[in-house]
């Protein structure tokens, strides 16, 4: 739903690298980014993929609808799940959107969309049996408004008016406090590989069983239920001066900064170059380890005579400490001199700015526990087993049900309990006996 059937492109693919311009397809331009997008890769394992659709239209026919999507995977244990995930995330996120949305709506509804299709690819895939995992990294960009949502640690970054942002969250338990406590309270073991009789510990901190570092990804059905699907999401609306975004994989990050990777492209009009830019970067600062990724996604003001991204002026270390005096004392105006933040579910700026009565969380409504009507959070285990989450049947998606993790507890137990005497030919157990409704269905 709302794919271009002829939209998408690999990175293993060549295409012509175009402006997506709208003039043609809509009325009213002035207001309307110019996206151009390229991208670059060197391969080492052949698990990463790039994909850009470009004209995607949430109704088909109607060109006031039309967005661009970019997604960066990232394979580990094969290629499978990656193969897999990009050819199916972007229409399980679109077909858990409701029909008949305004804009505003569809802005508003997109990061629970989101949680959903990326929630629904992990179960369906899960449900092949193969045991291959992905990182998953989809942006979707309408005008000036963007969207990230990210399992993984394939990063997506903001370049904007001589700053570097990350939009997205590493889930790596070594940068991770959070995510190293959820996995412990779910039962998993964190720990680095040990060789000398167990006396030296080496690599990055993994989760045990299975041995994996991401606390978060699409697949990895025999790590354990405590890596999910879950994905981080951030929604922002940008300046009208414009921004770069790059997506890339960890074979840039592991060589290279969120910082350099900006910079070292900055100043180049040319998206494509610029990705190769970061890559070559990358390569140069680690070798070629892993397979290594970039995306680079311009999104420029309409007409604009300066190239996109200029290199930024070195500033004396006086002028360094005055701007960093200034950015430390109005921290929340200088973000939005660049961006507006929309959604981030864990973001004090925008808590900040939005008062100490208001919620992240309130008005967004993403997951309602349909048990004991609690706010589910994105890392408090949101279950896809309560009921026929994704029934074919109902076609509805987005409306659940869902369930908290104390209560899907409750329900197994209450269903386990059941089982056992009606195996043994007594009656089960009543609604009143455990305190939870019947099993959920959609």
Known sequence: MGVHPNGISSVRDTYPLSSLSFEELQPDVKDIPVLSHGQFMQHKKEEDFAIAVTHCERVPGDPSTTYAAFMVFDGHNGAAAATYSKQNLLNNVMSCTPPNLTREEWLAFLPRAMVAGFVKTDKDWQKLGKTSGTTATLVIVDGWTITVACVGDSRCVLDAQGVATPLTIDHRFDDNIEEQERIRASGGEIGRIKISNGEIEVGPLRVWPGGLCLSRSIGDIDVGDYIVAVPHVKQIKLSPAGGRLIIASDGVWDAVSTKKAARCCRGVSQPEIAAKYVVKEAIKARGLRDDTTCLVVDIAPRNSEVPFAPAVKKQTNFQKLLRCISVKEAHIDYDLNIMEEIFDENSPALAERLGP??????????????????????????????????????????EGPFMCSDCKTKQDAAEKDAKQDTNQGSAPQQQGETGLSPPLTS
């Open 357 to 398: 009565d208001a919620s992240v969380h309130a008005g967004n409504g993403l997951f309602l526990c349909a048990n004991c009507h609690c706010t589910l959070e994105s890392d408090a285990g949101i279950s896809v087993h309560a009921g026929n989450f994704f029934s074919q049947i109902a076609g509805n998606a987005w």
